[in-house]
């Protein structure tokens, strides 16, 4: 079964660190690039961050970039995203997900697996 | 960065079909993909590419699209498709994903 499975989220005060992670099973992690989109309870989504499946370019959204890094460890099929200088803002439910293309050149084009998310609260 | 605009909400009557639209300059040089979230759950892939589906999505579900719109339709509604519906794109300049504002769909 192909799933993604997040983990790491907690309560933090402002100005902390979180690490997540995503471990991956059921297809073959290596292939794909893959992304962090985080979701405020009752609103929109909002994507994060991707790595591409070597880890060689990594893109961010304005709002975290400078304070998030993702990365992933392709042999423990595995996917994290550290979150420094936490602000209240950035307060959501965090999804890990899988880009549909393989072959890395449309990392845009749909995320066609998606984890259950975990949660992230910033608050003093 | 690029913004995607969506209706806040459409109805449509069980059996009916239902268009939602997606607006934004990035459609004009990038193909929307569309989403389905149902409340306590993660968004599922129903369209990529403009209009192609994932394994084991309804052929009700389709896509289309032309100059800064893309459109996602749902021929023949039914109950379990009540959800809210998100399209995305990458950006127009930068190297960003960007999702549309949300549309959700009720079936009456």
């Known amino acids: 079964e192909v799933q993604l499975v997040e983990s790491g989220g907690a309560v933090v005060q402002p100005g902390g660190s979180l690490r997540l992670s995503c471990a991956a099973s059921?297809?073959?992690?290596?292939?794909?690039?893959m992304h962090w989109v985080r979701q405020v309870p009752g609103k929109g989504l909002d994507w994060v961050s991707l790595i591409t499946w070597d880890a060689d370019t990594t893109y961010y959204a304005d709002s975290v970039r400078g304070r998030f890094t993702i990365s992933r460890d392709n042999r423990k099929k595995s996917l994290y995203l550290q979150m420094d200088s936490l602000r209240i803002e950035d307060t959501a439910l965090y999804y890990c997900a899988k880009s549909q293309d393989g072959s890395g050149y449309f990392w845009w084009d749909g995320l066609d697996v998606w984890g259950q998310g975990t949660t992230v609260s910033v608050s003093s | 960065s690029s913004e995607l605009t969506q209706d806040p909400a459409v109805s449509v009557a069980l059996g009916q079909t239902v268009r939602i639209t997606c607006q934004g300059d990035?459609?004009?040089?990038?193909?929307a993909s569309w989403y389905q979230q149902k409340p306590g759950r993660a968004p599922v892939l129903v369209i990529y590419?403009?209009?192609k589906r994932p394994s084991g999505i309804p052929d009700r579900f389709s896509g289309s699209g032309s100059g800064n719109t893309a459109s996602l339709t749902i021929t023949g509604a039914q109950a379990e498709d009540e959800a809210d519906y998100y399209c995305?794109?990458?950006?127009?300049?930068?190297?960003?994903?960007?999702f549309g504002t949300g549309t959700k769909v009720t079936v009456l």
């Open positions: 990035t459609l004009k040089n990038y193909f």
């Open positions: 590419s403009k209009n």
């Open positions: 059921g297809f073959a992690f290596d292939d794909y690039t």
């Open positions: 995305n794109s990458r950006d127009n300049i930068a190297s960003l994903l960007v």
